[in-house]
């Protein structure tokens, strides 16, 4: 939701000790913290969500499980877990979570917005029942399950029907997933 307040950091992720709603952040390039969490299981399936086709960054693309921004004063782990469980209905603990791996990134995407954030990236082995999946549906679509194998594939086959994370960012996913299954 772009009402949400989020704290703004400097460009070497030191926090400024200002907030500003999401859209604020957004829209003037501001410095924030994000979450993304992929889900995985020992066979190497991953989750993956489709955001819904009113969303204003990536719309109607496949994202990881769930992504979020972090809310002023949260922590990352209490973020990464907020948001698989609204997102998706998939209930995580801290010790689910392990060591996030952190990136950056500073674009401008074609809606005008400015994306300027550091994202915490949780690669979480889960076996995911769509049973127990429940989509919020005003941020998410659909939820499919492919093999790693199968992903990678249908990316770079249809590399724009996933959401844009800036170079190398799904290709690094891979990489992360396919090396904590070695």
Same mark, same amino acid.
């Not at 924030?32 to 020992?42: I, M």
């Not at 499919?144 to 290709?171: A, C, M, N, V």
């Given at each position: ?29 501001? @410095? %924030? ?24 960054? +990536? ?7 769930? !992504? ?9 782990? !209490? ?36 994306? !300027? ?14 049973? +127990? ?22 990316? %770079? ?12 960012? @799904?290709? +690094? !996913? ?9």
């Amino acid at each position: 939701m772009d009402a949400e307040l989020i704290d703004i950091y400097d460009e070497n992720n030191a926090l400024l000790g200002i907030t500003r709603m999401k859209s604020e952040a957004h829209r003037d390039g501001l @410095w %924030h913290r994000a979450v993304h969490v992929f889900l995985f299981d020992d066979e190497g399936s991953v989750l993956l969500q489709l955001r819904n086709k009113n969303r204003d960054v +990536n719309p109607d693309r496949w994202s990881p499980a769930a !992504a979020g921004h972090v809310s002023s004063g949260e922590s990352i782990s !209490a973020a990464a877990i907020r948001e698989t469980r609204e997102e998706i209905g998939i209930y995580l603990i801290e010790n689910d979570l392990g060591v996030p791996i952190l990136s950056s990134i500073d674009i401008k995407l074609p809606n005008g917005t400015t994306n !300027a954030e550091f994202r915490y990236i949780f690669f979480v082995r889960h076996r995911t029942d769509m049973d +127990n999946v429940t989509l919020q549906e005003s941020e998410v679509s659909d939820v499919k399950i492919l093999s790693i194998d199968q992903l990678e594939t249908q990316y %770079h086959e249809r590399p724009e029907s996933f959401s844009f994370e800036g170079d190398g960012y @799904w290709e +690094n !996913a891979f990489a992360e997933i396919r090396s904590r299954l070695a």
